[in-house]
């Protein structure tokens, strides 16, 4: 791996259920990169997210840079709606101190909150009462509270208004330009992967291209892609989101 | 009618009596007070994980652990375990706990299946199993019985200590990782990102389940310990919004039950384990309703307010009164009839009850003649209005034929009027006497004095309690003395 190496990923594959999920992935990411990971419903984004942090089994390489402070934000966090947890307690479980946590930590928390938009108010609510755009907001402020040098951002902006879109894409900028964190996205919005993005990786269900989204991203292979052939067929049992 | 008197204090006192450490079954107290503490933690994480009903499942399981040790103990291939049956019961209850949970657990990683499918179906295995190896030991089905119905209330003070120890690491335990008990119970896969695999986290917390499940059971039975678990939780959720709150409330919540429970079940003479869950399942409508209260402390404060009036209208009951006096009675002549057993059991002493050999060494019963529950408490009963001064004549003395006088008022008036007797009858009739352990003898007994020529019922008592023989070696001294605790009740108050 190269100094500035922080994720290196070779001939990565999920295989579930005897069922081949994603194959010949591979690819590199180095520190302050922007990484977009785009594909259609079902090409196996998510599970290469899931691959990457270790929730889902895999074969072949994924090897992080160790030490690593990884931030993930899900693209889907079903809350039970009945479990009582205040929002402070939610990010207290980032905390050192859970019970009895320090001073430091809670203005800390403040400042965090509020580069997502929400009030320092919102900590007593109970998370389960949180709007879907809300909750979107507080997984990224929980995501980035304790300043991962690693985020992954799972479609980050599904089910929220089109104003706090472009809140979360500038704070996605913000956090590479002043943190220097390097951020994995996936995403549909081309215009976004574009703007924002160093690379690109197309996948579906085996990795299409890698490479700047202004040299790999022509429109034939995006049609490839997105269009009515590139789709993969799935059925019932293959369908993984 | 005579002798029915107010005494309210008298009745507050016996509430603050079982708080006393000198009283008899305040081991059991403590015991069960312990088990409402700590098990709501544990039933917190479950009910967090949507897994309630492995709460449920695992006493099952270890319930079936106690009959399998005694099938195999009846059956020859375990020996004789002389120092104590729970013990035995414990080792079974421990044994089958933590192999269920080892199969659960393997399944779960199996993936095969779902969760609630495996949990119900080794349910209905487990009881079917504990039903099974109790019907083959015919021999020790009381006993086995006795067991899995977990009577706390003989809780001794050794067993105490076992409990406090057991519960006690628990309760460390618990309150030591309690967050990472919370992470992995609220989000597996955000619990992954921050602190790596899970897995020690689930085994040490169901560890810690198996632990308290499997002596809990054997002490309390499975009821009990599945109604801890989960009611005290299930009850604090609707009231409160963190998860600091919850933890505390449903342990708060578990202690009430516990008191509550107890208090009802000595006063009331009912099972504790029934008693204690119907409290629970009290406590969650309870909760349910007051969640609607605008504030979740002041749903709170008023379910605690709620409790604390159940708990003072109970202690005001109005006390029973003593036997009349002689000066009440207008020196009347008193007939004691024999008592009456209304159990379907024949009630009769052991064979090699001394008493019976004292009596037999002074000629007054024959070799062939069983003394019984009746007797012992007749004779106590003349003992007890001989010495308050009054004239007491047995039926039999007139007329050998008189049978045992019902408790009813209308049948006993009867039967006197017929035997042709006047003055005053004391009847006394036994509806339940069960010395279950030789700690205490379960009874339920009423007596009367009546006005033969009137009807006129001037006296009458009920009791219906667990009477504490402590000292008693056998379940013919346990019948003694509660016999004579009794009486001595009548006449005291």
Known sequence: MEEDTILDVRDCAVVLDGQTLLSGVSFEVRKGEALAIIGPNGAGKTLLFKALLGLVPFRGTIAWRPGLRIGYVPQKFPVDKTVPLTIREFFLLKAKRFWFPDQTF??????????????????????????????????????????????????????????????????????????????????????????????????????????????????????????EGGFYKHDKKAHHH | MVGRKENGSLAVSTLFEIVRPSYLLFPALLGTMIMGLVCPLIGSYLVLRRTVFLGLTLPQIAAAGVSFTFWLQQSGFLP???????????????????????????????????????????????????ILFIVFNPAGQVEVLNLLKGEVIALSKGELRLVTGVFGFVFIAVLMFRREFLLTSFDRDLAFLLKGSQVIWDVLLY????????????????????????????????????????????????????????????????????????????????????????????????????VGGAVTSCATRTAPAPVPTVKDIKKEQVWLAKVKNSTALPLLLPANNPLRSLAEMAGKISSDYRQSVMDLLRDDLRKGLEQNGYSVTLPEEMDARFPPFPADMNGAVRMAREGKLSGLVFVSEIWRWEGESQKFVRVLIDFKLIRINDGTVLWERRIQRAVPTPSATNSGQASTDAATAIVHDLFTG
């Open chain 2, 207 to 306: 560890l810690l389940a198996g632990l308290i499940i499997a002596f809990g059971v054997i002490l309390a039975g499975p009821l009990l310990i599945f109604g801890f678990l989960v009611l005290p939780a299930l009850a604090a959720r609707p009231l409160v919004s963190r998860m600091s709150s919850f933890l505390m409330l449903s342990s708060v919540l578990g202690v009430i039950m516990a008191f509550l429970g107890f208090y009802s079940s000595v006063r009331l003479d009912l099972p504790l384990g029934p008693t204690d869950v119907t409290l629970g399942c009290c406590l969650i409508f309870l909760a349910y309703g007051l969640s609607r209260v605008p504030t979740k402390m002041g749903a709170a404060l008023l379910m605690l307010i709620f």
């Open chain 1, 106 to 227: 809670l203005k800390h928390l403040s400042h965090e909150l509020s580069l997502v938009g929400l009030s320092q108010e919102v900590l007593e609510r109970p998370v389960a009462e949180l709007s879907g755009g809300q909750l979107q907001r507080l997984l990224i402020g929980w995501a980035m509270v304790d300043h991962p040098e690693v985020m992954l951002f799972d479609e980050p902006t599904a089910g929220i208004d089109v104003g706090f879109e472009e809140t979360v894409y500038h704070l996605l900028q913000r956090l590479q330009k002043e943190r220097n964190t390097t951020i994995l996205l996936i995403s549909h919005e081309l215009n976004i992967v574009y703007r924002y993005a160093d690379q690109v990786l197309c996948l579906n269900r085996t990795m299409l291209c890698h490479g700047n989204p202004h040299e790999v991203l022509h429109p034939q292979d995006l049609a490839t892609l997105f269009g």
């Open chain 2, 80 to 130: 004789q375990w002389e120092q104590s049956e729970r013990g035995m019961g414990m080792f079974g209850s421990l044994l089958f706990t933590f192999l269920g949970m080892g199969i659960l657990g393997y399944l779960e990683q199996r993936g095969k299946g779902f969760p609630e499918g495996r949990l119900a179906a080794a349910y209905a295995f487990a009881g079917g199993l504990t």
